[in-house]
């Protein structure tokens, strides 16, 4: 899965802009308030000068490889669990570069899809009024289209049930849209969901749905998701044209993503075969749920014209789409859906390929690159498998560095392609509870790409400490064969702006033990192709003809991650600007500070978090002027006899640059889900990719309304900084 963050944070800007209340604003935090900090535009030359070390990485990527990559990735069917060979594969290209490679397999719930209907007609006479096809169209032009064991569109985690009752169009389900409803007076309970994909992550539409006694749901893409790439602008649908093919149809995990990923039935420990399990359905939903297309949703829309609330007096964003219909919420007397879905569970295997190049002075700092492999559909074209063609280019780049030039990175290299990230990250999860001992120990940075190419547009996430590393590489990439760089290209068009992490990828786990991590890729705007998400026009032939002719994009987001990861596992002093995360933090607190005001909430006092953020950045300064002086010393050169006080303290120095965010995990989970540990950053309970900042406090008052627990978490949130602090304290 992955959220376009591109599309994502135009849109949060547009919520923003338009006129809702703050408390929904505070809720769905894309993009924070206050980027007082943005990265400043430079007038060193451009590209910046490159090692020899640094050249011969660059020079090795090549697109011609990475199009053989993606080839193979998205020609066979790979869905979780279902393609062991592939995993395999992975693991010997990663060999052959000269990494010991193997799998790690992990026994896990997941479920597959049997069969399904869905019927429009009137429930007096049993009239038909419309059968959606719900299937895909079968392209010509575009051969996985048409594979025999294509992948049915579905929702994995769903629940196999049938529901014969009026429906209700809920827009884009967000606990407020349901609010509203209620207000409106629209009877919910016995009904069946409609609603639009957008906005929250699509399991917590249908946690929503059954939360309001609604028997069923039924999701789909509507065309105002597209910019101006649409048919109505004059452009034509794939495979003749850039706009979406009216047939597609977003797959996806329909699992409770905030409140845990991975295994459902093995929250907190890995899925080995024989191990004991608990109900699925804290995290799985109850009732059943099914994803349709555009073509397939505007009869259903249509048939509620008239009946209801119309959506111009229901007055909410996104709701009003860019079908032919008024939006009207319904229900219309008398006219049905009969809805029905079968499912298969499963306990069953997933492999994760993984691969290790030993550092050569610090073995005990790691450095982790992560990529999904699964994919909804036989295609997978962006998502994952340009990551994963990324990754395997990387690995080929590391490796002709080591055979060619000897190198051998100080640190670490622990390169993942993960199964089963579709259905809610699930074997990077169990991997990281695995592993969880040797990673505390000694993860230093966790890089993960997930869509690495779905259009022009760099993105780039991150923990603080990594902003600078990450931008200062960006600088070293020239982008898409042009004379711009990564950086030129990235800052013009997010003026400096980095996203924080919330969920959707497999960055997830590492984060909440308090791994550091940044997540990269590359999407489209509104004015570039329709990317079609989770779909079977996700394909190669989509990727040659649009998506990424030439494979452009691949290669220089491969140059990217190589330059990035060779920066991490090389540099004598962990590349960390610890200094950033204090200044973020301070960023955030003026958020919470105006959540407090909108929420009236002012009786509480926020000078504890105040004061350990300030401690927090007076010791990130004081190792930061260590750093400082420790890298002098190497470039100066110390005296021959100083070198092991020297090397002991830089390990010192590195090992606060590994351990201090630890300290943000220190005290338990947030309320409510206890996987979601980190107190600064968190998927929004009721967004589920969508970042929240300092969620305990945060989510006490905009959700909870709970005065006493924001308080509990004023006390916990700032002890983890302090926490923090304590460990960067030189
Ligand atoms: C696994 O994927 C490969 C490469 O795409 C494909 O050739 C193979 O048929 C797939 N295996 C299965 C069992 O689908
Ligand atoms: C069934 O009933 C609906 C409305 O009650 C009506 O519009 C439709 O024409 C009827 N169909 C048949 C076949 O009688
Ligand atoms: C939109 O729907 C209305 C009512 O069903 C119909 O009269 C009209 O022709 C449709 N417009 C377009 C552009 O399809
Ligand atoms: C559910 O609906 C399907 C298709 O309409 C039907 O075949 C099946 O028997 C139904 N199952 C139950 C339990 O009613
Ligand atoms: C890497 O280091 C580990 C732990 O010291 C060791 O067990 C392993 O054999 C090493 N791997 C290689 C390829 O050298
Ligand atoms: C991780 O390591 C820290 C020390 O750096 C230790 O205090 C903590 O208990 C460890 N946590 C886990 C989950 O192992
Ligand atoms: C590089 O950019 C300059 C403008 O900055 C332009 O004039 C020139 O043609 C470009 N060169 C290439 C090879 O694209
Ligand atoms: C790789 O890039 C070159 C030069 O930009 C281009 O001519 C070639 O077609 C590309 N190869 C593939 C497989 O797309
Ligand atoms: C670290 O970041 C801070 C603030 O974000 C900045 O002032 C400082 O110059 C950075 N340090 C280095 C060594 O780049
Ligand atoms: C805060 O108080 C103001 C004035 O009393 C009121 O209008 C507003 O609705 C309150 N907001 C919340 C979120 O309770
Ligand atoms: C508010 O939070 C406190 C502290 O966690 C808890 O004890 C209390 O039950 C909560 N109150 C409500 C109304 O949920
Ligand atoms: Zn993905």
Known sequence: MHYNIWTASSLALLLFAANEGAVVEACQPVRHKHSTRLVKRESAPFPMPLTPDEEALVRSVSNTSIADWSYYYTHGQHLAGRNQ????????????????????????????????????????????IFEPSLEEEVLEQDDTTSYPDRVPTFHGYSASGN?????????????????????????????IAL??????????KVKMAQEHGMVAAVLFTDPAEDGDMTEANGHAAYPEGPARNPSSVQRGSVQFLSTY????????????????????????PRIPSIPISYADAAPLLSALDGHGIAGKEVNRNGWVGALNATYSTGPAPGVVLDLSNVMENQITDIWNAVGIINGSTHADETIVIGNHRDAWIVGGAADPNSGTAVV???????????????????????????????????????WVEEYLPWLNATAVSYLNIDVGASGPHPYLSGTPELHDVAVEAMKKVLWRGTNRTMYDVWNEENQGHIGTLGSGSDYTAFVHKGIG????????????????????????????TFGDPGFVTHKSMA???????????????????????????????TDLEETVQSTNSSALDLSLLRSAIDDFSRQASALGAVQQQLISLLTHGAEQNDDDALLARIKEANQKSRDFQRGFVS??????????????????IDTGYAPTTFPGITEALVQAHNATLAEEWVRKTAAAIKVAADIVKP
């Open 163 to 191: 529901a014969s009752a009026e429906y209700v169009y809920v827009g884009q389900a967000r606990r407020t849209d349901f609010q509203r409803l209620l207000e409106l007076g629209i009877p919910l309970e016995g009904k």
């Open 392 to 430: 395997v280019e990387l690995a080929r780049a590391l490796g002709r560095l080591v055979a060619e030039r000897g190198w051998r990175p100080k640190r670490n290299i622990v390169l993942c392609s993960w199964d089963a990230e579709e259905y809610g990250m699930v074997g990077s999860t169990e």
């Open 559 to 589: 140059q990217y991650l190589t330059l990035l990861a060779y920066r991490l596992a090389d540099a004598d002093l962990i590349p960390s600007n610890i200094s950033t995360y204090g200044a973020e933090m301070s960023d955030y607190f």
């Open 85 to 128: 060979s592939m995993a395999q594969w992975t693991a010997d290209r990663w060999a052959e570069s000269g990494i010991a490679s193997g799998l790690v397999s992990y026994n896990v719930y997941l479920n597959y899809p049997v069969s399904k209907s869905l019927r429009l007609r009137h429930a007096r006479n049993g009239s038909v």
């Open 667 to 684: 005290q338990g989970g947030l309320p409510g889900r206890e996987f979601y540990k980190h107190v600064v950053f968190a998927p929004g």
């Open 195 to 204: 609603a639009r994909y957008g906005g929250p992550f699509r399991g917590l």
């Open 261 to 284: 990923p991975g295994d459902p039935t093995t929250p907190g420990y890995p899925s080995k075969e024989g191990v004991p399990r608990t109900d699925a359905s804290v995290v799985t």
């Open 517 to 544: 991590s940044v997540d990269v890729g590359s999407g489209g705007g509104a004015s570039d192709p329709v990317y079609h998400y989770h779909s079977n026009f996700d394909s190669y032939h989509w990727m040659t």
